[in-house]
C-alpha cells in the first residue's frame, strides 16, 4: 500500500459512531447501582438473538455480562440490557475449550483451575454494533454477528490442540433452566430445547411466574469427530422457595461440587439426551487450520421453528456477509436521525443511545409470524409482528415519546402485542412484561399511557375497541392489574403510598382522553373525576406529597429526602410531588406559584457536583426524567434549557461508566436523544414536546410515510457551544416561534425549526 493509500480515511458511516461498550458494566468495587448493565454482544433493531459473551451466571448481574470481569464463560444467543433486576435468559451457552473437559463454568475473577471459561484482556475485545470479537486465553479468537432469529459464532483454534465446543444447556442468565433437551441430527447439526421456570432463579431471582422455553437449531460448519453429553445430579439446595433459592446456587460448595462431578459419557446411541442439568460438547481433531463456524437459529415456539428461523435468515455460513447486512440494518435504522452535526464524542454518545433504543421491545415472533401462547400453544400473526419485553414504568416517560418519531411501527407492534397479552390472560394490562408474562415489577399503568399517547397521535393500526376495553378494565377492573386499585377506587388514594396514588391518577387522566376521543362520555365523566385525585396526598405544611394511612390520617413524615417509608418508589417526596404531568397547573395552584418554583429548583440546585446516587435531581432513576422540562410550563423556559443542558452533560458520557444508572431497556437513552435534540415531552397523552436547549448543532428526523405526513423535520441550533445554551430565538418553517413547545403534529407535518443561541437567557 502506498503512503498516500495509507493517509487516507474512509468516513464513518453512522453505524460507526455506536460503541455497544458504553455502560456494558454491572459491578464496581462493590458498588451496583449508577452503573448502565448494559449488554455488548451482537444483535439487530428488535432482534430476537442478542449474541455474544457472557462473564457471569448468578447474582444481580442482569445482561449475563460486565467489564468488570476478567473471563468469559462463553457466548449464548439471548440476553437482556440494562435491567436493574436480577436478569434472565442467557440460554444457550456456546464454549470453545481446548485440553481437559471440564463441566464447571466457574466465576469471575477467581481462580479458574478446572473450569471451562478462559480469561480475556479488554483491550482484546472488539464490539460494534451488530458484531463482537475476543482472542481468548486458550488461543482462541472468537466472533459473534447474528440476524434477527439467528446467530453466528466463528472460532478460529490453535493448530496444536484439539477443538472443542461445549454447549452448557443448563446454564441461564441469573438461574438455570429447569430441563433440557438436546438430539443430534447428524455429524453437523443438533436439535433441542431449554425449559425455563421460576424455580431455577432466572428474573427476580424466581420472584415472578415466568416461564418459556427456547428452541433451537444448530450447525457445525465441520464434521463432528467425537460428542458426548454430561449430566448433574440437582442438589435439593436449588428446589427451595423464594427467596432462598435466590442466594442457594452459584457460590455454594454443593453447586461447585455438584457441576464439577458431573457423569460424562459418549453422546447416547438413541441420538437424543434430557435432563435437569445436563450439557454437550464436540470435537474435532488437531490441525484444523480453517475456523469453525457455529449457526443456530433461535424460537420460542418449537424446534421446528428455530430450523425454519436458520433456514430462513442464515441459510448459508458466510460470516462475513452476515456481519456486513448488520452495519446495513444498523445505518438504516439510526438513520432516522440524520445530518447531525456535532463533536466526535456527542455523536458516539447519540447513535449508541439510539441504538439501545432499539433493542426492545424485541422480536418474540417466528419469521412466518407465529408466537407462543400462555396455554403452551401457538400463535401467529400476519398483520403485527409480536413483540416482548415492556419495561412500561421506564419507558412511557421517554422512549415511546421518541418512537412515536422514530419508529412508530414499533410502537403500533408493541400496541399489538400488550392487547394480545391482555387478552389471553384474562386481565389488565402488564407494567412490565417478560416474554408474555405479567412479571410483577413496578407499578402504574404505562401500557395505558403508551396506548392513549399512541392514539392520539393518530397510531391506530390496531382494533381501537379493543384497545380501550383492554385499558378500561386495567384502570377499573375486574381483574386488574392496576396496583392499589381497590383502595385508589374507595378513597381515591393508596394508603401508604404516594407512588401509586400519582401514577393511578395520571392513568386516569389519559383513560379520560381516550374515552373522549371516541366518545364515550360516560366513561369519560368517571375518569375526568378522579384526575385530581393528587390533591389526597398534598400536604401544605410540609409543602409536598405526604403518605396517608385508611383513614385519612397523615403518616409521620419521614423527611423530604428519605426514600425508604416514604411511599415512594425509586424516589423521595421531594422528587415524586412533582409527578403530576396532566395538571402542572393544578399542582402549582395547590403549592402556590413561589413554593413550585423554590422547591423545583432547590431540587437541582442542591444536586452534588458529580453525584453518581443523590436524594436531589436522581437522573438514574426515572421519577426525575421529565422535571428539567416543567421549568417550561411555568413561563420559566430558561431554566429547562439551563438544567435540561446540565443533565445531558453530567450522566451521560462515553466508555463502560458512560452512563448513570441503569439504562433500563431504551429509557435512559431516549432521554438523552429527545434532550440532545432539543425536545422532550412532560405529559405523553397530551401530544405535547417542550423544546429545550438541543446539544447537537444540527439534526433531521426522517418520518415514517405511513404514520407521518411530512419526509423530514430539521432542527438548527444556530451558534451553538458549551457556553451558548439559552435559545435567543426560534423560528418554525420560516415564521417566528414565541412558544416553548411543539405539537406532535407539527412535528411529523415536516419542515424546520430554527433556534439562535446565546450565552445569557432572554
Not at 459512531?17 to 448502565?36: R, V, Y
Not at 420559566?636 to 435540561?644: E, G, H, V
Request: aromatic fraction near 10%; charged fraction near 20%; include cysteine.
Amino acid at each position: 500500500m502506498s503512503a498516500v493509500q495509507e493517509n487516507i480515511r474512509m468516513p464513518k458511516s453512522t453505524a460507526d459512531f455506536i460503541d455497544p461498550m458504553i455502560g456494558a458494566i454491572t459491578e464496581h468495587e462493590s458498588t451496583w447501582a449508577g452503573l448502565g448493565k448494559t449488554y455488548p454482544g451482537a444483535w439487530l433493531p428488535s432482534g430476537l438473538v442478542q449474541l455474544g459473551p457472557d462473564t457471569i451466571t448468578g447474582g444481580d448481574n442482569g445482561s449475563g455480562y460486565s467489564a468488570g470481569h476478567d473471563s468469559i464463560e462463553g457466548f449464548s444467543f439471548t440476553h437482556m440490557s440494562g435491567i436493574g433486576a436480577y436478569g434472565d435468559l442467557g440460554n444457550l451457552l456456546v464454549t470453545p475449550t481446548t485440553g481437559p473437559l471440564y463441566t464447571y463454568g466457574g466465576l469471575p475473577n477467581e481462580i479458574l483451575d478446572e473450569t471451562y471459561r478462559s480469561r480475556f484482556n479488554a483491550d482484546d475485545e472488539t464490539a460494534e454494533a451488530g458484531y463482537y470479537a475476543v482472542a481468548l486465553e486458550n488461543q482462541v479468537h472468537a466472533e459473534a454477528t447474528c440476524t434477527n432469529r439467528a446467530g453466528i459464532l466463528r472460532f478460529a483454534f490453535p493448530t496444536d490442540s484439539r477443538a472443542r465446543i461445549q454447549l452448557d444447556l443448563a446454564r441461564r442468565v441469573g438461574g438455570r433452566s429447569l430441563e433440557q433437551y438436546v438430539r443430534q441430527v447428524d455429524n453437523q447439526t443438533l436439535e433441542g430445547w431449554m425449559r425455563c421456570g421460576p424455580e431455577g432463579g432466572g428474573w427476580r431471582g424466581g420472584n415472578t411466574p415466568l416461564a418459556y422455553t427456547v428452541y433451537f437449531s444448530l450447525q457445525f460448519s465441520q464434521p463432528i469427530e467425537r460428542s458426548g453429553v454430561w449430566s448433574v445430579v440437582v442438589p435439593e439446595v436449588w428446589r427451595g422457595e423464594w427467596p432462598e433459592r435466590m442466594y442457594a446456587q452459584w457460590k455454594t460448595p454443593a453447586y461447585i461440587e455438584a457441576i464439577r462431578n458431573a457423569t460424562i459419557e459418549p453422546f447416547p446411541e438413541s441420538g437424543e439426551h434430557r435432563g435437569e442439568h445436563i450439557g454437550y460438547y464436540a470435537e474435532w481433531p488437531e490441525g484444523v487450520t480453517e475456523p469453525l463456524l457455529v449457526k443456530a437459529g433461535i424460537s420460542y415456539v418449537s424446534i421446528d421453528g428455530a430450523r425454519d428461523n436458520l433456514a430462513a435468515e442464515l441459510a448459508h455460513w458466510d460470516f462475513d456477509c452476515v456481519r456486513a447486512d448488520g452495519k446495513a440494518a444498523w445505518n438504516h435504522a439510526v438513520g432516522a436521525l440524520a445530518d447531525v452535526t456535532a463533536s466526535d464524542e456527542q455523536r458516539t454518545i447519540l447513535r449508541t443511545a439510539q441504538y439501545r433504543t432499539l433493542c426492545d421491545p424485541r422480536y418474540f415472533a417466528d419469521a412466518d409470524g407465529s408466537y407462543p401462547t400462555p396455554d403452551g400453544g401457538s400463535k401467529r400473526s400476519t398483520s403485527f409482528t409480536r413483540r416482548t419485553i415492556f419495561s412500561g414504568w421506564d419507558v412511557f416517560r421517554s422512549q415511546f415519546p421518541w418512537l412515536t418519531l422514530a419508529a412508530p411501527d414499533t410502537v403500533n407492534d408493541t400496541i399489538c402485542s400488550l392487547i394480545e397479552v391482555a387478552e389471553s390472560r384474562g386481565g389488565g394490562l402488564p407494567c412490565w412484561e417478560l416474554l408474555g408474562c405479567y412479571t410483577g415489577c413496578m407499578l402504574g399503568d404505562p401500557a395505558i399511557v403508551v396506548i392513549v399517547d399512541a392514539y392520539i397521535k393518530g397510531i391506530r393500526n390496531y382494533d381501537v375497541e379493543r384497545a380501550y376495553a383492554v385499558c378500561r378494565q386495567t384502570a377499573l377492573g375486574p381483574n386488574t392489574t392496576r396496583k392499589g386499585s381497590a383502595e385508589y377506587n374507595e378513597l381515591g388514594y393508596v394508603p401508604g403510598n404516594i407512588s401509586m396514588t400519582l401514577e393511578n391518577c395520571y392513568a386516569d387522566w389519559c383513560m379520560a382522553v381516550f374515552a373522549e376521543a371516541l366518545g364515550k362520555h360516560e366513561d369519560a365523566t368517571l375518569f375526568r373525576s378522579r384526575t385530581a385525585n393528587y390533591k389526597n396526598l398534598y400536604d401544605p405544611e410540609v409543602g409536598l406529597m405526604r403518605p396517608k394511612d385508611e383513614h385519612g390520617n397523615w403518616l409521620p413524615w419521614v423527611g423530604k429526602l428519605q426514600m425508604h417509608g416514604s411511599g415512594c418508589v425509586e424516589s423521595n417526596s421531594l422528587q415524586q410531588t412533582f409527578f403530576v404531568p396532566h395538571d402542572t397547573d393544578g399542582l402549582v395552584n395547590l403549592m402556590g406559584a413561589e413554593r413550585y418554583l423554590a422547591t423545583l429548583t432547590e431540587l437541582f440546585e442542591k444536586t452534588p457536583a458529580g453525584a453518581n446516587w443523590t436524594d436531589y435531581y436522581n437522573h438514574p432513576n426515572e421519577p426525575v426524567h421529565s422535571l428539567p422540562f416543567l421549568f417550561n410550563r411555568i413561563g420559566k423556559p430558561a431554566l429547562t434549557q439551563k438544567w435540561s443542558r446540565w443533565a445531558a452533560k453530567s450522566f451521560y458520557g462515553t466508555g463502560i461508566f458512560g452512563l448513570n444508572g441503569n439504562e433500563d431497556v431504551g429509557q435512559m437513552s431516549a432521554w438523552y436523544v429527545l434532550a440532545a435534540i432539543g425536545l422532550h415531552p412532560v405529559c405523553p397523552g397530551d401530544g405535547t414536546y417542550e423544546l429545550t436547549s438541543p446539544v447537537v448543532s444540527r439534526a433531521t428526523l426522517r418520518l415514517h410515510p405511513d404514520y407521518h405526513t411530512g419526509s423530514s423535520f430539521t432542527i438548527v441550533a444556530e451558534n451553538n457551544n458549551d457556553d451558548n445554551i439559552y435559545i435567543q430565538s426560534a423560528v418554525l418553517n420560516g415564521q417566528p416561534l414565541d412558544r416553548c413547545q411543539l405539537q406532535y403534529d407539527e412535528i411529523t407535518a415536516g419542515g424546520e425549526l430554527i433556534l439562535t443561541m446565546g450565552a445569557k437567557p432572554v
